[in-house]
Each structure stands twice: as structure tokens, then as C-alpha cells.
């Protein structure tokens, strides 16, 4: 199946910095998508981005579907902001409906 | 609240219990989900179900069984269960047709099984 790999595993800043997380996939891809869980387990989905840029607020999203990569990046960090980040595709021409997830980027975002 | 909601949040069964996962969705999407979610593991998937038909089961054990009665509800069906299987159970829903295929999770069931 296809390989979803997500650097850095632990990120720790400081409140106002900024980070880029990323996620590497091993074959083309039709869906993918940005999660953040929250400490409590709950999953958000930030990005729908099989491709191109998208912005949200202060997170971003760069997806080269070419080059087989994504990049989340997180501007002005806040506390709020710590918790796991998952990438999570789906293979091109797979089963439309079975998302493979990475291991995630733990952020933590000290006050 | 993300429309998905998920009971019981917290359960804790011996080996012998047998105990349902329940996951309900008022977003009025066709498919949903189940995910497994264990400690230093990616979430795993576990089974699909489009307008109540199952499309994927990803080799789970038989102790496990869904239910699917409708495209709003979904069960978890649990039985016979190993301390292994203690794990944090994600149910979510998406609309697959007509466009982008982006998944809704619930708050999950903390399950521990002694």
C-alpha cells in the first residue's frame, strides 16, 4: 500500500513562533488531508489539499503532487495549538474511501 | 461538536464482556468509518460502509463486528476482546459523491479491556 511518512515526529516551540510540518507519500495521490487531535483525541480536519495552496487564518497548506509532498505551516503558534498532526491520502486509483494516515508531528507549544 | 457524536467516551470491559460502540451522525453524509487508534501507531482503518453496505473490512478480527443500520448510525460490536484491543476507537462520516471526499471524526471511545 502506499506509504505516508511525516516529519518532524516531536516539535516543541514557543508561543509566537513559527513551524512547517511535512508529509511525504510514495505514490500519486486523488485526496489528501490535514488533521489536527486535540489532547483530548478529538480529530479536526484543517485542509482538504490534494493539491496547490490553501490558507486558513494562520495555518497554510502547500501540497506538489508532483514531487509527492505536503507542507502545514503554522504562523504566530499558540498554546492551542499543541496536539497531533496526522496528513492522511488516498491512493490514486484505490478504493475511494480508505484514507492511510502518517504517524503524525507532535507540537507542543510552550506559554 | 463536529455532527459526529460517539457513546460510550470511556469503557473499560473484562475479556468475557461483550459491549457495543455506538456512533451517530447528523451531518447527513452516506459513508462512515470506524479507525483504530493505538498507542505509537498510525490510525488504522478498520471498516467502511457506503449507504449502509460495508466496502471495506481491513482484516479484522472476528471479535470485532459492525453494524450498520442506517447511513446516520453505526455500531461496534464488541466480544471476546484481548487486552491488545485497548485502543482509542475513532467513528467518522463523510459525502462521497459530488466532490471532495473529507472526513468528519468524532471524540472517539476510550476502550480498556482487562
Known amino acids: 500500500g502506499i506509504q505516508v511518512e511525516q516529519s518532524p515526529p516531536d516539535l516543541i516551540l514557543q508561543e509566537g513562533a513559527n513551524s512547517t510540518l511535512r508529509c511525504n507519500f510514495s505514490d500519486s495521490v486523488n485526496n489528501l488531508q490535514w488533521f489536527h487531535q486535540n489532547p483530548w483525541g478529538q480529530l479536526i480536519n484543517l485542509f482538504y489539499?490534494?493539491?496547490g495552496t490553501k490558507q486558513n487564518g494562520r495555518l497554510s497548506a502547500t501540497t506538489v503532487a508532483t514531487e509527492r509532498y505536503s507542507l502545514l505551516y503554522i504562523s504566530s503558534s499558540q498554546t492551542t495549538d499543541s496536539g497531533v498532526y496526522f496528513c492522511a491520502v488516498e491512493r490514486k486509483g484505490g478504493s475511494n474511501y480508505k484514507l492511510t494516515f502518517g504517524k503524525g508531528t507532535l507540537l507542543t507549544v510552550n506559554p | 461538536e463536529t455532527g459526529v457524536t460517539q457513546t460510550p467516551r470511556h469503557l473499560v470491559m473484562g475479556m468475557t464482556n461483550k459491549k457495543s460502540l455506538k456512533c451517530e451522525q447528523h451531518?447527513?453524509?452516506?459513508?462512515m468509518y470506524w479507525y483504530k487508534q493505538s498507542a505509537k501507531k498510525p490510525l488504522e482503518l478498520m471498516f467502511v460502509y457506503n449507504f449502509k453496505e460495508q466496502t471495506e473490512n481491513n482484516s479484522v478480527p472476528s471479535r470485532f463486528s459492525p453494524e450498520c443500520p442506517n447511513s446516520s448510525h453505526l455500531f461496534l460490536h464488541l466480544h471476546t476482546l484481548q487486552p491488545e484491543d485497548s485502543a482509542l476507537y475513532l467513528c467518522?462520516?463523510?459525502?462521497?459523491?459530488?466532490?471532495?471526499?473529507?472526513?468528519?471524526f468524532g471524540a472517539g471511545s476510550r476502550l480498556t479491556v482487562l
Open positions: 467518522a462520516s463523510s459525502r462521497t459523491t459530488g466532490g471532495a471526499n473529507v472526513l468528519t
Open positions: 489539499i490534494p493539491s
Open positions: 451531518l447527513g453524509h452516506n459513508a
